[in-house]
């Protein structure tokens, strides 16, 4: 099914306009409350809709973020949003709202300030790592799902008890070069003989997360190949 990423066309929100987040940041996994149905996601992949398993518990200090770069409309709204569009940002930093995914929506819950993610450019001609972003504001309740007139709204969710979150990123650089998909698993398929450091990576084995972990070793072998010829 083809991938689809998030939208984030706002720039990143003042902390101090959603006093939630700070409960949000201090929550312990342990007391988040077990996934209910909803309708499924915007700013995630097509194919997420309807996966709602609880994030898992492991500690991770990287991660990889799905989003599109080329135009696509939901309800009227261009839900584009390249690496190019992030640096064209304020600070070059934005808002990840939109994920409608329990689990990707956890994932974005345990980032905490300073970890760096992969910004992976998702439901296009051809997919990959574009670029490097960090995780500079931690989770705050996600506006969206407040608002009527946007594709990400969500009304069973309420601002006493919000349903989803999003974090702020801010650019890092660009890979070198981009790392597509089809090079990446040729690297998965040959891990998975040798036990390499890809054999188990998010991107393949559960690739219908928007908002994906990644080990050290596997953010390490990947940031590896963008000084190798493809």
């Keep these: 099914m083809p991938l689809r990423g998030k939208k984030r066309g706002r720039g990143a929100l003042p ?4 006093p939630d987040s700070k409960i949000a940041k ?3 996994p342990k007391k988040r409350a077990a996934p209910n149905p909803a309708k499924g ?3 995630l992949l097509a194919s997420e809709k309807g996966d709602e398993l609880e994030g898992s518990k492991k500690t991770y200090g990287h991660w990889l973020m ?5 135009s696509r409309f939901e309800k009227g709204v261009d839900v584009k949003f390249g690496i190019e569009d992030l640096k064209a940002q304020p600070n070059q930093t934005a808002c990840w709202d939109g994920v409608r995914n329990y689990q990707a929506r956890n994932f974005l819950k345990d980032m905490k300030v300073g970890q760096e993610a992969f910004f992976y450019h998702s439901n296009c001609k051809e997919p990959g790592i ?11 309740p996600d506006h969206t799902q407040f608002d ?5 709204y969500d009304a069973s969710s309420t601002k006493e008890k919000p349903k989803w979150f999003m974090v702020d990123v801010q650019f890092v650089r660009m890979t070198k070069r981009f790392i597509p998909l089809a090079e990446l698993k040729v690297h998965h398929q040959a891990h998975k003989t040798s036990g390499g450091p890809l054999k188990a990576m998010s991107l393949f ?3 219908r997360l928007s908002v994906q972990p990644l080990t050290d070793e596997e953010f390490e072998f990947v940031l590896s190949l963008e000084d190798q010829k493809p």
């Design 15 to 18: 902390a101090t306009k959603e």
């Design 26 to 28: 201090s929550e312990p």
């Design 41 to 43: 996601k915007t700013k």
């Design 66 to 70: 799905k989003s599109e770069p080329e």
């Design 130 to 140: 574009a670029g490097i972003v960090k995780i500079v504001q931690e989770a705050y």
């Design 148 to 152: 009527k007139k946007d594709p990400h």
């Design 205 to 207: 084995t559960r690739q």
